[in-house]
């Protein structure tokens, strides 16, 4: 079977596990050791391990195979991440150690079964945004051999694109999980910092720096992200997620795009963007443009302010003591950080507060931001004249994003009319990284665009399911949209999923002297479907919604008519003895438009 998304592997190989040693052996054979793309490829004896360690678990009886989510699926790791046993170079032959450990994420992501195949390319010590910026070669667009990847994890997203692994991590500080992502034609998603564990990786930035995941479907790099995410304590800069983010955008879809638009008179990007705020608008989204001058001067400290020390401090002895073993580029942007004080680095601090709080504040009102990927893209030829101003180019509508604590997720979209990918991004405050993804998918499903550089079709759309940093919460009554109470769901992020119905064993009472009126839903084994809608509400803001639930209702564990249970309301039976049965009008709604009317 060839490699495709995480959902077709992991579908045939749960049922037939015995086939993943061939299908190794397949891919193995598919994997060249003369493509740029990698730096170094795990030998035979280094998968069947990591394949034996897993059938060892499911044969001793400790493991079955779905407590694998994803059991032998093939993924690749930027060579600036540790992986026990295999090299870590950081695109710097020189700087190369064997770590004993995992880092963190690909600790976790093997202990879900995945298998790490081998190391790619990078802009030497993840110092760039175009994948030319390396000993090892430059590593071409999948579309065009003649243009950049985009980078730094440049080797991450070529890989992914032409199907070799499922998915592949990569870094991101200033856009190295977007730019590749769209010059690619693949899903970048950049988590919020401190998601994703940054223990076991060779710092660019540390206070920027964040692990990101390329997939070809959004569905798969958020499952991925569920995966290697969470709090890690070997990692001062780790941070667990408050759970407060609502799950999906508003039903207004109301998206953000800067006032002006800066393609460096690139007309072919320029026309891509057009036709995909067009396909948007079709869409039913409301683009609302701001002014991004805030946003364009935080871009601006990254590297020309003192943060460009952090990289200094990053690539330490190397830099101090073999200067002459570093990309000419990459050396350069790292002794520039010398230029710098600890008065420059604490002022750069204070401007990066006071625009990070304004960009924050500008945001709140819509549900993301989106913009251009790039806004351009040039051949490895032309990078080779210009490889400052053009890299810097290439980080328009990305550098900000980690300095501002915001998180994205690069998605496909229209491509130029020259056959290059020209992707875009969305972005949106810490922790939304799951709304992010909900739109992110619906979108892909909609442009229906073949898998990265592969020719495979989308897939249908994967059956819808909560998260686990929501509760799914059924209201029958006063909380339903354009009712009284629903304002203590929609002020606390609460999102409407869908109208569903009950099981067909319960009944519907309005309860009396009750203000606003309300109804009283009760289990019986004689009862019918009553109507009810279904909302998504922050896990930490659930608490405070309960809370608010007066005497005799309560929140119990309702059963839908296709099956499955949610929690929902549900009400003390001694209330029900003067309350009305209205069972038969099927809900709350019809059951008040009739009384009403009457």
């Known amino acids: 079977m060839s490699v495709s998304t995480l959902s077709?592997?992991?579908?045939?190989?749960?049922?037939?596990?015995?086939?993943?040693?061939?299908?190794?052996?397949?891919?193995?054979?598919?994997?060249?050791?003369?493509?740029?793309?990698?730096?170094?490829?795990?030998?035979?004896?280094?998968?069947?391990?990591?394949?034996?360690?897993?059938?060892?678990?499911?044969?001793?009886?400790?493991?079955?195979?779905?407590?694998?989510?994803?059991?032998?699926?093939?993924?690749?790791?930027?060579?600036?991440?540790?992986?026990?046993?295999?090299?870590t170079s950081a695109g710097c032959p020189a700087f190369t150690y064997v770590p004993e450990q995992d880092a963190t994420v690909v600790a976790r992501l093997k202990a879900a079964g995945a298998i790490a195949v081998g190391k790619t390319n990078l802009d030497q010590f993840a110092t760039g945004l175009v994948g030319t910026r390396s000993p090892y070669g430059a590593v071409p667009n999948t579309f065009h051999p003649e243009y950049v990847s985009g980078g730094s994890s440049s080797g991450s997203a070529s890989v992914v694109a032409r199907g070799l692994v499922c998915f592949a991590l990569g870094t991101d500080t200033a856009g190295s999980g977007r730019v590749p992502a769209g010059f690619n034609n693949i899903v970048g998603l950049k988590p919020t910092k401190g998601w994703l564990?940054?223990?076991?990786?060779?710092?660019?930035?540390?206070?920027?720096?964040?692990?990101?995941?390329?997939?070809?479907?959004?569905?798969?790099?958020?499952?991925?992200a569920a995966v290697a995410g969470g709090y890690d304590p070997q990692d001062p800069y780790s941070r667990s997620n408050p759970k407060t983010a609502p799950a999906r955008f508003s039903d207004k879809h109301r998206l953000a795009i800067p006032d002006k638009l800066e393609f460096f008179g690139d007309k072919q990007s320029e026309a891509a963007f057009a036709k995909t705020l067009a396909r948007l608008r079709e869409q039913g989204a409301e683009l609302v443009?701001?002014?991004?001058?805030?946003?364009?001067?935080?871009?601006?400290?990254?590297?020309?302010?003192?943060?460009?020390?952090?990289?200094?401090?990053?690539?330490?002895?190397?830099?101090?003591?073999?200067?002459?073993?570093?990309?000419?580029?990459?050396r350069g942007i790292v002794a520039?950080?010398?230029?710098?004080s600890a008065c420059d680095a604490w002022q750069a601090e204070y401007t990066r507060a006071e625009l990070s709080r304004r960009i924050n504040a500008r945001l709140a009102e819509f549900d993301a931001l989106v913009v251009p990927t790039s806004p351009t893209i040039h051949?490895?030829?032309?990078?080779?004249?210009?490889?400052?101003?053009?890299?810097?180019?290439?980080?328009?509508?990305t550098n900000f994003t980690n300095l501002a604590d915001l998180c994205a997720l690069a998605l496909p979209g229209d491509f130029r009319d020259d056959g290059l990918p020209a992707g875009i991004t969305l972005i949106a405050p810490a922790w939304h990284d799951q709304a992010l993804s909900h739109f992110g998918s619906a979108w892909q499903s909609a442009i229906n665009l073949p898998l990265?550089?592969?020719?495979?079709?989308?897939?249908?759309?994967?059956?819808?399911?909560?998260?686990?940093?929501?509760?799914?919460?059924?209201?029958?009554g006063a909380h339903l949209r354009g009712m009284p109470l629903n304002h203590q769901l929609t002020t606390r992020s609460a999102v409407f999923i869908k109208?569903?119905?009950?099981?067909?064993?319960?009944?519907?009472?309005?309860?009396?002297?009750?203000?606003?009126?309300?109804?009283?839903?009760?289990?019986?084994?004689?009862?019918?479907?009553?109507?009810?809608?279904?909302?998504?509400?922050?896990?930490?803001?659930?608490?405070?919604?309960?809370?608010?639930?007066?005497?005799?209702?309560?929140?119990?564990?309702?059963?839908?008519?296709?099956?499955?249970?949610?929690?929902?309301?549900?009400?003390?039976?001694?209330?029900?003895?003067?309350?009305?049965?209205?069972?038969?009008?099927?809900?709350?709604?019809?059951?008040?438009?009739?009384?009403?009317?009457?």
């Open 499 to 598: 109208e569903a119905r009950t099981a067909d064993n319960y009944r519907l009472y309005a309860l009396a002297n009750t203000q606003p009126a309300k109804p009283g839903l009760a289990r019986s084994e004689q009862g019918q479907p009553i109507a009810l809608e279904l909302w998504d509400i922050p896990l930490a803001r659930f608490g405070e919604f309960v809370a608010e639930i007066p005497a005799p209702l309560g929140i119990g564990t309702l059963t839908l008519d296709d099956g499955t249970t949610v929690k929902g309301f549900i009400c003390e039976s001694s209330a029900l003895a003067d309350a009305t049965d209205i069972t038969a009008w099927g809900g709350w709604k019809a059951w008040l438009a009739r009384h009403h009317s009457a």
């Open 8 to 87: 077709e592997w992991i579908a045939f190989y749960r049922q037939q596990p015995q086939q993943l040693v061939a299908a190794y052996q397949t891919l193995d054979a598919n994997l060249s050791r003369s493509d740029n793309a990698w730096i170094y490829i795990a030998a035979h004896d280094e998968i069947y391990a990591q394949l034996t360690t897993i059938f060892q678990l499911i044969n001793s009886g400790e493991k079955q195979v779905n407590d694998f989510p994803l059991l032998g699926v093939p993924f690749a790791v930027k060579d600036n991440i540790d992986v026990a046993g295999m090299p």
């Open 452 to 476: 990265g550089a592969t020719n495979i079709a989308f897939p249908d759309a994967a059956a819808e399911k909560s998260s686990a940093d929501h509760v799914r919460v059924a209201v029958v």
């Open 379 to 397: 051949t490895i030829a032309e990078m080779a004249q210009e490889p400052v101003r053009y890299n810097s180019q290439f980080g328009t509508y």
């Open 289 to 330: 443009a701001i002014d991004f001058s805030d946003f364009n001067a935080l871009a601006e400290q990254l590297y020309n302010a003192a943060w460009v020390a952090e990289r200094t401090v990053a690539v330490g002895e190397i830099f101090k003591n073999q200067p002459e073993e570093m990309d000419p580029t990459v």
């Open 336 to 340: 520039n950080g010398l230029n710098f």
């Open 197 to 224: 564990s940054a223990h076991g990786v060779v710092p660019a930035c540390r206070l920027n720096d964040c692990v990101s995941v390329f997939a070809l479907t959004v569905d798969d790099a958020q499952t991925v």
